[in-house]
């Protein structure tokens, strides 16, 4: 049974924006960038693949700050940076009133522009969201 989904990314590694060109491409649907060209709206899963520094752009906190039940039953992450850096996020969404699902995935994006993934890389991602679509349906 498929599930209403979307992939979004908010990076400039190509190595996280991969992981998220794998799993739309899996599930097939759109992958887009966040703040997205369309609304997210009323979707079982919300997949953001995100490279986190100390702090999100104005736009991006709207974004995530906007994610009420309504439009995003649930968030899974991929962060390239560290569980200090996703807690900010995820305690954002949370506040939104959207699930965010426990298992994140965390990975190095390396230097921006010159990352690439691995075949692990993206098989990975791809073993992780099979895992997570598997656990809300």
């Avoid at 097939?28 to 520094?53: C, F, H, M, Q, W």
């Avoid at 940076?81 to 900010?88: H, K, L, R, Y």
């Amino acid at each position: 049974m498929a599930i209403k989904m979307r992939v979004l990314h908010l990076t400039n590694k190509g190595k996280i924006r991969a992981m998220a060109e794998r799993i739309s491409d899996e599930n097939e649907i759109k992958v887009d960038t966040i703040p997205p060209a369309y609304n997210v709206e009323k979707v079982r899963l919300l997949v953001v693949a995100i490279s986190l520094g100390s702090s999100l752009s104005e736009p991006a906190r709207r974004f995530f700050a906007g994610l009420d039940p309504s439009r995003a039953a649930n968030v899974a992450l991929i962060v390239d940076g560290t569980p200090e850096n996703a807690a900010n996020l995820v305690e954002i969404i949370k506040e939104a009133g959207a699930n965010v699902i426990d298992d994140i995935l965390y990975v190095k994006g390396g230097l921006p522009f010159l990352s690439k993934a691995s075949a692990a890389d993206l098989d990975a991602a791809s073993q992780w969201s099979k895992k997570i679509i598997a656990s809300i349906t």
